[in-house]
Structures are given as structure tokens and as C-alpha cells.
């Protein structure tokens, strides 16, 4: 029973992290249309331009990782502008193999600058140990799940009260009728490329400091967040959130109850993906689209 315990709040928080580069991903699709291959590379930026900041630099670490978090916005802002803007148009075939191409090339620029060896990075949450109902907890994962919480009800309160979420939702639900009230859809892009670069880093120094260390296995997290929108859905929020707590529940309990050597910790998710595609294609709590011709 304790071991269940353990691994019910270790997936929990996993699962948490994952929603939250999920939401991203599904922000892109939702405002734009575009499938965002490149997302778990926006993981591996912001890990690294804190690991930057605070290691490298040497700022204090709670304005290190605003810095990285500022500067990961910019960097996406600049992949909508420069990469996907001029793309308008275009099959979708072609947006996708481009966001392929960009995981490709983000993932070659963070190794020419900052090499392929793991790097030691700065703690910023505790590593101690609690018990909970008889289960030895850490406490990071707690402190992972309770940020991503507070980082949900954030976001919550920006879509439904602020000016710039309020265009998003209407971008989202129609972007003609959006554009005939006078909203700028090209800024409604940028704006969701920078919540999805934001909350990819936040979910990157996360692991990171989860971890204890920086290397090129946060961006490989990155493909769990294609299990996570499938099963919940390629449009919708709410099932971001409850898709990415189920596959961490998941991989917990797979990777965790089941023999080590069979290795299903990381394929139990993909079977989930593949399974949800052939009985239910727009997932849990995707909008099902009926086409007429």
C-alpha cells in the first residue's frame, strides 16, 4: 500500500508537469492550427537558459529564472514570426515537417552552445523527504505539483479576464468572426507561442531541478506530451490538464509495479496514444468535427 501511495503522487506531480507543457502545445493548435512538434525542445531551452542565468551569469536565482522565462517567451514569439508566420497558407503537411525541422534545429543550437555533456544544475526546491499515509514522498514533487497548480489558476484567470485571453478564446472558437470585431489574429498567435514557450520552461526548470541536473533527456519528455493531448483532446484545455495527470498516473504505476526489465514505464503511454487514436481520434474531450462534402 505504500508503494501505491508513492507512486500515485509521483505520477500526480509527473502528471501535473505534463499538463502544463500540454496546455502549450494545445494554445498553438487551438489559436493557429498548428501541430507543435517542437515543444519538448521548448522544455530543453528553458531548463538551459536558467541553468545559464544562475550557473553561468551568476544572478540570484529567483531573478534568474524570470530572466529565462522572459527570455523563453521572446524565443517563441520569434519562431512564430520568423518560422510559422510566413507559412500562412501552407498545407498542413508543410507546417508540420517545418516544426520537425525546428525540434532539429533548436535542439543542434542548445548543443553548440552549451555541449551534450549533463551539467549539474541549481536546486530550487527542497529535497527532503516526507511521509504521507505511511509513504515516503519527495518533497520537490509536492512543491512541482503545487506550482503547477498555482501556474494553472494563473493562466485560468488570464484566458477569462484579461483583454489579450479573452482574444485568445475568441480566436479560438472563430477566427473570422474574431478578425470582422477588429482582433489581430497575428498577435493572438504570438501571444499563445509565448504562453507555450513560458510554460514549457516552467515545466523545464521543474525537471531540472527535479533531476538535479540539465541534459538533453527534459527535451525527450517533450513526447509525452503528444500521449497527453491525444487522449484529452488536440483543442481542449481541461482535458490538457486531466490527459496529462492520466499518463502520469501511468507511467508511474507501469514503470513502478511492473518488472523493471519490460521497460513499460515508457511505452505504456504511446500504447494509450495509439489505442485512443483507433477508438476515440479527437480524445476525451476533443471537439469532433464532421465534415460535409
Do not use: C, H
Request: glycine letters at 12%; aromatic letters at 10%.
Amino acid at each position: 500500500m505504500d508503494r501505491f501511495i508513492q507512486l500515485a503522487l509521483s505520477g500526480i506531480a509527473n502528471g501535473a508537469i505534463f499538463a502544463l507543457v500540454a496546455l502549450g502545445f494545445v494554445l498553438i493548435y487551438k489559436s493557429s492550427d498548428v501541430i507543435n512538434f517542437a515543444q519538448g525542445e521548448l522544455l530543453l531551452i528553458g531548463a538551459y537558459l536558467t541553468y545559464a542565468m544562475v550557473e553561468q551569469f551568476g544572478l540570484w536565482w529567483p531573478i534568474g529564472v524570470v530572466v529565462a522565462v522572459v527570455l523563453a517567451a521572446v524565443v517563441g514569439v520569434l519562431i512564430e514570426q520568423l518560422v510559422l508566420r510566413p507559412l500562412i497558407g501552407e498545407p498542413v503537411i508543410s507546417v508540420i515537417m517545418v516544426t520537425i525541422g525546428l525540434s532539429s534545429l533548436l535542439r543542434a543550437i542548445v548543443g553548440a552552445i552549451w555541449g551534450v555533456t549533463p551539467r549539474p544544475a541549481p536546486q530550487f526546491l527542497p529535497t527532503d523527504t516526507v511521509t504521507i499515509l505511511g509513504a515516503n514522498v519527495g518533497v520537490d514533487r509536492l512543491w512541482a505539483f503545487a506550482l503547477a497548480i498555482i501556474f494553472f489558476v494563473i493562466l485560468t484567470l488570464f484566458f477569462r479576464f484579461s483583454r489579450e485571453g479573452i482574444a485568445m478564446r475568441a480566436v479560438a472558437d472563430d477566427q473570422q468572426a474574431a478578425l470582422s470585431m477588429g482582433i489581430s489574429v497575428k498577435k493572438v498567435w504570438a501571444v499563445a507561442w509565448a504562453i507555450a514557450a513560458i510554460t514549457a520552461a516552467v515545466g523545464g526548470i521543474l525537471l531540472m531541478s527535479i533531476f538535479g541536473g540539465v541534459s538533453g533527456t527534459i527535451g525527450r519528455v517533450g513526447l509525452l506530451v503528444f500521449p497527453v493531448v491525444i487522449l484529452g483532446g488536440l483543442d481542449s484545455i481541461p482535458g490538457a490538464i486531466i490527459g496529462g495527470l492520466i499518463i502520469g498516473l501511468l507511467q508511474s504505476f507501469a514503470g513502478g509495479l511492473l518488472p523493471p526489465e519490460w521497460g513499460l514505464g515508457e511505452v505504456a503511454p504511446f500504447v494509450i496514444l495509439l489505442i485512443i487514436l483507433l477508438v476515440r481520434p479527437y480524445g476525451l474531450f476533443g471537439q469532433r468535427i464532421i465534415e460535409r462534402v
